[in-house]
């Protein structure tokens, strides 16, 4: 079944390899910067980020609007200027309206505008520096055309406490109204990866508390709130496999389908569908080797995530594809070798896979001075064109399968590739090159276990499990 699975998902790569536009740019006009949210557009694309320009030993900070055509190619770029000095300044939600305006939520600690309004040609409507030193932390565009937000006071009477809170903004910036507060202790760091509104207008909040080295130490709390802001429910995220950090969800009809992991006990990443009372549906380990952290969902019933791992000593970007129940079906590396951080992960509108964030100036797995990139991928996370019979792995058999001693690896294509074992906790056990046919391996050094083998070609990558026992 799974090689027909295959054998199907490589039939539509090739059918819709040529007809998809994709491409890698880095627009290298300041120090150093970084896309944080893309818009799509008719006729291309809208980038905006942070840059900053480093003059004589000075720093001088920027918001950055940058506009391309359909390919990537600047036509245009905009500069707000944040004056001189690093203000930590980052983008950390957009929403627009239907008039295409834009709303900006900025996190920066200075005394300039954190919450902006540009109109469809990305002039500044109105620009305003939030009361009580109020920072969103994420906003939707509701039902009824406003705009609701959560954030947080970052400066409050009580020294040991920090406050949290729900408020809705009319689309001229009046506040409609404010929800009770949320207190969570200080020397740590409250972040909402997800927030949205459901059919019936009810507001689904999900807080994740890190502690002061920034690793979760806390599961997730699921908040629900009626549609003015009154708390209706409040549960700890507690599903079975552990991985009780949501990371990211999205709406699946009346269920939330969300990226989990745990932080204290390695293991691979599950998907889990659940309620927004945390009752859980289903829970589907994905076996990868990648730390993966973002994802979007095609027709429902397709995964895309982006992610990073080590592959031949290298700390490389790529993208996977899975089935809703956690089968791998294509995997790819991204580009360049530069080093990548991707801040923004959307479907382009022909099926394609647009990513955004920063990269390297050269080619290296260590960060230097980040700049901004962008990259649209095909459907299968590639960009062309590629030489599709000299650069994919055609067929691959791996037998006997539980192995003992000994494991079979048999590829079929006309050039080498490599493969690479990793054990449950992602960690590389093997590597060593495969020749086009048969190349035996010998298992006898590694412990009994389930472990996941990658073989890797030039621009293509499949994944399986391989299950080891017992002489």
């Known amino acids: 079944m799974k090689k027909i699975l295959f054998t199907l998902t490589l039939l539509s790569f090739i059918l819709q390899a040529h007809s998809q536009i994709t ?3 880095i627009y290298n006009y300041w120090t ?10 008719e006729d291309g694309y809208v980038l905006a980020g942070d840059a900053v320009n480093v003059v004589n030993d000075v720093y ?27 203000v930590h300044l980052e983008i950390k939600a957009t929403t627009e309206d239907e008039f295409g305006n834009k709303y900006f939520a900025l996190s920066l600690y200075n005394d300039s505008a954190n919450f902006i309004k540009f109109d469809s040609q990305y002039n500044i409507v109105w620009k305003k520096i939030l009361d009580n030193y109020y920072m969103i932390k994420n906003l939707f565009m509701s039902s009824d055309g406003n705009i609701v937000t959560v954030g947080h006071n970052d400066y409050n009477s009580n020294y040991q406490m920090d406050i949290y809170y729900l408020t809705k903004f009319d689309i001229n910036g ?50 629900t709130y009626s549609a003015t802001g009154d708390p209706l429910s409040s549960v700890v995220f507690n599903p079975q496999s552990q991985c009780s950090s949501i990371i990211q969800s999205v709406l699946l009809g009346d ?22 009372d945390g009752s859980i549906v ?35 970007l790529y993208l996977n594809g899975f089935s809703i129940n956690g089968d791998s079906l294509w995997s790819s590396f991204v580009g360049n ?12 509108l022909d099926g394609g896979i647009l990513i955004a964030g920063r990269t390297s100036r050269i080619d290296t797995s260590i960060y230097s001075y980040g700049l901004p990139y962008m990259a649209l991928t095909d459907s299968f996370g590639r960009i062309i064109p590629l030489n599709l019979t000299e650069n994919i792995i055609s067929t691959v058999k791996v037998f006997p399968n539980p192995a003992r001693g000994t494991v079979v690896f048999e590829t079929t294509g006309n050039q080498s ?38 073989i890797i070609s030039n621009d293509h990558k499949i994944s399986g499990k391989l299950i080891i026992t017992g002489e």
């Open 23 to 25: 491409f890698e740019k």
């Open 32 to 41: 150093m910067g970084e896309v944080q949210v893309v818009f799509q557009e």
């Open 337 to 348: 070798s530069k080093w990548k951080h991707i801040k923004s992960m959307k479907l382009n």
């Open 417 to 454: 590739c490599t493969m690479i074992l990793y054990d449950a906790t992602g960690r590389v056990c093997e590597e060593m090159s495969l020749s086009a046919g048969r190349t035996v391996f010998n298992t006898g050094n590694l412990q009994h276990g389930v472990y996941i083998y990658s």
């Open 255 to 276: 269920e939330l389908i969300s990226l989990c992991k745990n932080y204290i006990v390695p293991t691979f990443p599950y998907f889990i569908r659940h309620h927004t």
């Open 60 to 86: 001088h900070s920027y918001l950055i609007i940058i506009k391309t055509n359909l390919y990537g190619d600047t036509l245009w770029v905009k500069e707000i200027d944040y004056g001189v000095g690093s």
């Open 282 to 316: 289903e829970e589907n380990m994905f076996e990868t080797p990648s730390n993966i952290y973002k994802f979007v969902m095609k027709d429902n019933n397709t995964i895309i995530t982006c992610g990073y791992g080590y592959i031949s000593n290298s700390f490389r």
């Open 174 to 223: 009046k506040i409609l109204w404010t929800s009770p507060p949320i207190t969570y202790q200080k020397y740590g760091r409250l972040e909402f990866p997800t927030f949205i509104e459901l059919p019936d207008s009810k507001i689904v909040v999900v807080a994740n508390w890190w502690d002061g080295t920034y690793y979760i130490t806390k599961p997730s709390v699921i908040r």
